[in-house]
């Protein structure tokens, strides 16, 4: 494990002295812990944690911090795995991933949205997705390769330029994985956007696009 996840931790000295087995001292600093990361790890722990009722433990209000305090749960689910404690690994990476599809369900509801928190979550998808390749877990990473998608700011004429290559790989990524509906949708997104705020110098790219829907279109009406 990389020493910068528990160097950079919010809580260093309580994940250290966890990777360390020094149990007693740790408990001692959780006693007088509070806030939702590790109320969420203290339930693991005591074998209380449910990833799918995650917020019976501690609701997450996802407003100011919320970035912050999942990019901590995901360092004590690397923490958790370099010690091969299984099945609190996957309680821990569960609950990540139940946090981050809730971020995207308020996101969409959202009429103001935080450029800074959507690719916040939107990285920390990307990172659970590389974790859940790594873990050979398809289903979950096709999850957090859809959750990609939908954290994606939306696009406007100011930033489709970096938004739209994204929406394309996160697209291929997720048609590799055998799911086509996603692709579909995502593209027709791109070309409708791309038709709005796209130059002359887009056509190719929108010419691209219009094929690639095409084509994925065909592949869901052929009979397998």
């Known amino acids: 494990?990389?020493?910068?996840?528990i160097s950079k931790a919010m809580r260093p000295?309580?994940?250290?002295?966890?990777?360390?087995?020094?149990?007693?001292?740790?408990?001692?600093?959780?006693?007088?812990?509070?806030?939702?990361?590790?109320?969420?790890?203290?339930?693991?722990?005591?074998?209380t944690l449910d990833p799918?009722?995650?917020?019976?433990?501690?609701?997450?209000?996802?407003?100011?911090?919320?970035?912050?305090?999942?990019?901590?749960?995901?360092?004590?689910?690397?923490?958790?795995?370099?010690?091969?404690?299984k099945e609190r690994e996957h309680q821990l990476a569960m609950t990540l991933l139940e946090c981050i599809k809730d971020a995207a369900v308020i996101y969409e509801k959202e009429e103001t949205k935080s450029w800074r928190d959507v690719m916040g979550a939107n990285a920390l998808?990307?990172?659970?997705?590389?974790?859940f390749n790594r873990k050979q877990?398809?289903?979950?990473?096709?999850?957090?390769?859809r959750l990609m998608a939908r954290l994606s700011p939306s696009i406007s004429d100011d930033n489709y330029s970096y938004v739209i290559p994204h929406l394309v790989t996160v697209a291929s990524q997720i048609e590799a994985l055998g799911d086509l509906d996603t692709p579909i949708k995502i593209y027709l997104t791109i070309v409708n956007d791309l038709t709005l705020y796209g130059g002359d110098e887009d056509e190719a790219l929108l010419k691209n696009?219009?094929?690639?829907?095409?084509?994925?279109?065909?592949?869901?009406?052929?009979?397998?």
């Open 137 to 145: 877990d398809r289903d979950n990473e096709l999850e957090t390769l």
């Open 52 to 85: 799918t009722n995650y917020v019976a433990t501690h609701q997450n209000n996802y407003k100011r911090g919320y970035i912050e305090d999942l990019q901590e749960l995901f360092r004590i689910v690397l923490v958790v795995e370099d010690l091969g404690q």
């Open 1 to 5: 494990m990389d020493p910068l996840v």
């Open 13 to 47: 000295d309580i994940l250290s002295r966890f990777h360390q087995g020094k149990l007693d001292e740790m408990n001692t600093l959780l006693e007088t812990t509070r806030g939702f990361v590790y109320t969420i790890f203290k339930a693991c722990l005591a074998g």
């Open 209 to 224: 696009s219009i094929e690639t829907l095409e084509k994925l279109k065909l592949l869901v009406s052929t009979p397998r």
């Open 125 to 131: 998808a990307k990172q659970l997705s590389s974790y």
